[in-house]
Structures are given as C-alpha cells and as structure tokens.
C-alpha cells in the first residue's frame, strides 16, 4: 500500500469522516502525501467507508396493531455503528404506513437512517417479495430481520453483528420468547436448548428452520450468494427454502444464546397460511439431497403411519435403500412387513419390521421428540448412536 493511501486511510479513521468520493479525494490531497493516489483503492475504501454497518429489514403487511411498540424496539437499539431502517409496505389497507411516516421522524432523530417503499397496488405481494424489495433499497452490510409484530431487545443489534462478523457466512440467530407466554412451549424448549450441532443435524424436523427466521442477521452477501427470498406469495415457506438454499451451498448456522427477541404468537401471522404438505414436501427434499445421497443403505426408525408417509414420499432410488422399518410396538413388529401398496411395480415393494434393537443403522428417526417420556432417547443412547453420524430426526 503507498504512503498516500496510508495517509488517507489514517484521516478516514482520525477523523471518523465518511464522504463521497469526490470529497475522498478532495480529502486526500490536503493532506500530507502529495504522491499519486492509488485511485481503485481509495474508491473501494470510500465505498466501504460509506456503507451502513447494518440494515434492519422490516416487511409491513397491516401491522397497524404492533408497529409502535416494533419501531420503539429499534429506537431503543444500544449499537454504537451505523444503523437503517429500511420499511416496505405490501399494499396495507389499515393505517400502517401513517405511522411509519410518523415513526421514521422519531427514528432519525437518533441518526436512524429510514428507507420506506411500497406495494401501491390493491394486492400484496407476500412476505419474500417484501423482504426482497426491503433489502434492494438498503445499503447495510449486514441485514437484520425483524417483522412488524415481534420486538428487539435492546442489545440484539449489537450482540448479533458482533457474531456476524465473527461468522460472516452464517445465517445467526438468536434465542426468543414468545408473547403470550407459554405459547408453542415445545417449539420454543426445542429451538432454545438445541446445541449449536443440532442447528445442522435437526433442521429437517416439522419445526422447521432451526435458526428462526425472526431472530435471523446475516451479511448482505450471504443474502446475494443464496440469491434472495422466493417470491411465490401467500403459502410459501420463503424462510425454509432460504435456509435450505443457504445449507446446499456450504453456508453456517450460528445462534447467540441471548434472548434478543420477542416472537408474537397471533392467528394472523404468515405461518398459518402454509400447508403442512408443501413443508413436507420441501423437508423430504432437502433430506434427500444432504442426507441421503450419501447413504448406501438406511432404516426408518417408525413402522407406523409417520415412517410410512416418508417412505412413500421418497424417490424410487432411495426407497431401494431403505432395508428395514423398526419400532417398539409388538403389533407391528408381528405383522412382519410393509407391503407398498400404492407401487405399480410387480411384485409391489416390500420391506420388514424388526424390532429397534435389530436395527441397522444410519437411522431416519420418525418420531417427536421429547413426547415419549424420555424413551425413544434411552433408546437411541442404548445403541450408542452418534447424531448426525447415525442418525437424524425427520419428525
């Protein structure tokens, strides 16, 4: 690096200056050097200089119910850097947008830069689609997700960009409590307590993204890499695919174990118009693809209606890999054999029960955890079974 551009960089710091590029180079030749700039450089370094640390992504679809007490929480922000808020609204017909307005007044007070877009047709556009056109009109390197109905606390900006930059190719996380209370207790027990391993062996179970979605910050390119959200509207699990995509493509999960984030519990939430079938479907994939493309041979731990489905729901190539369904109940095991019934192949596919102990492993493991009384875990321990090595759960 020459002497100039040293120069440069140390005023650009002494200073705390972030200009344009014209006014860096303005700069610069006041200062001491007078040697010959290094001109790509100083562009990248103003360019850099100039960008948002973070970008708080919000997509408003009538959140008129909750919105001051979201855009209070990120007032209330502790983060030392520089922070934008940047707010699309998806053709709202209550007064979400009014206090937007009113709110973005309040937040640049606080030097909160505020971006607002929006939908100005009849029909919304759906969350992807508004999280996507959010970001677009942003300029933080990092992206904070946060919807219109749940709430920050306090330090979640500056504890979750920390861990970003720590680990700029993970999607972090963080821990959550919900409002009401006790809400999805399970759900919300499981996505607290699993280990950071478990973030990448457990994440094809029914609940979903083990990192959720609400408590999510990531770098600006980690979101261009996996290529934005999808955009198939109402109905669409845009976060699992997001998730999915990210994972194909050799991406990290990290979650901060703070609580940083309170996650509303409400009928109107986006997470009831998606079927259970299109997740399956999507969940039967992503296994299919990271999972099982590299086992030769595997069981279905659960003979009953749960293990049943996934094996239906498998490609013909990895039905002809699974050898045996087992369980712990003694009526199934006496029947022997599942009979595909459904094949038009002849003879129709056929596959035994044995009982778990008889097992061979890897194992695809179709039953809820921690809804057995501990049993299916003193189960798994009693093989001494490594998860993720021998098994994972799909439940």
Known sequence: MNACVKCFIWQMKTHRIKPHASQCLKLAYRGVCKTTLNLPLVFNICSWEMATDVSVVMPVYNGEQWLAESLQSVYDQEFQGSMELSIYNDASTDKSMELIKEWADTLRTKDIKVTIS???????????????????????????????????????????????????????????????????????????????????????????????????????????????????????????????????????????????????????????????????????????????????????????KQGRKLYRSLSKENQKKVIMFCDVDEKKIKSGVYVFQESKEKPKPTVPIMHFSKGTKPFLICVKMDMTEGKLEQNIKSLNLKEGVDFFHFN
């Open 118 to 304: 929006e939908n100005t047709s009849d029909s919304p556009r759906g969350v992807g689609f508004a999280k996507n056109q959010a970001i677009q009109a942003s300029s933080g390197r990092f992206l904070c997700f946060l919807d219109a109905d749940d709430v920050m606390h306090k330090e979640r900006v500056a504890h979750q960009y920390q861990a970003a930059v720590s680990h700029p190719k993970s999607i972090v996380g963080s821990k959550f409590h919900r409002l009401p209370e006790g809400s999805t207790q399970r759900y919300t027990n499981w996505a607290n307590t699993i280990s950071q391993e478990q973030l990448y062996t457990q994440m094809y179970t029914s609940h979903g993204p083990t990192v959720l979605m609400p408590t999510w910050f990531c770098s600006r390119d980690l979101y261009k890499k996996v290529g934005g959200f999808d955009e198939g509207g109402k109905g669409v699990p845009e976060d699992l695919i997001f998730f999915y995509r990210h994972l194909e493509l050799g991406g990290g999960l990290f979650r901060v174990d703070k609580d940083l984030v309170m996650y509303r519990y409400h009928p109107q939430a986006t997470t009831f118009s998606i079927h259970e079938d299109t997740i399956w479907e999507r969940r039967v994939a992503a296994i299919q693809s990271q999972v099982l493309s590299k086992w030769s041979c595997f069981t279905i731990w659960n003979a009953g």
